[in-house]
């Protein structure tokens, strides 16, 4: 996260970088817990996205930039 500096002038520009998940590992859902399956203990699938739009996103990268100017 980067922070503006304060100048002690009146005008004051701040940008912030946030990022999630940057590498962009998989997030796996629960294993499997049937013990008569073959595939018992293994992962499966993936987890949901989060946000209300990213219902189909499996691997939730997410980096979001941020500048603001004050005045």
Do not use: C, W
Not at 34 to 49: A, E, M, R, V
Request: hydrophobic fraction near 30%.
């Amino acid at each position: 996260m980067f922070g503006g500096v304060n100048s002690g002038k009146k005008y004051n520009l701040t940008l912030t970088v946030s990022a999630r998940n940057l590498l962009n590992h998989a997030n796996y859902a629960v294993p499997s817990g049937d013990l008569s399956s073959p595939l018992f203990g293994q992962y499966t699938s993936l987890t949901g996205g989060f946000g209300p739009n990213s219902a189909s996103s499996t691997y939730e990268r997410k980096i979001d930039l941020q500048l603001r100017f004050q005045f």
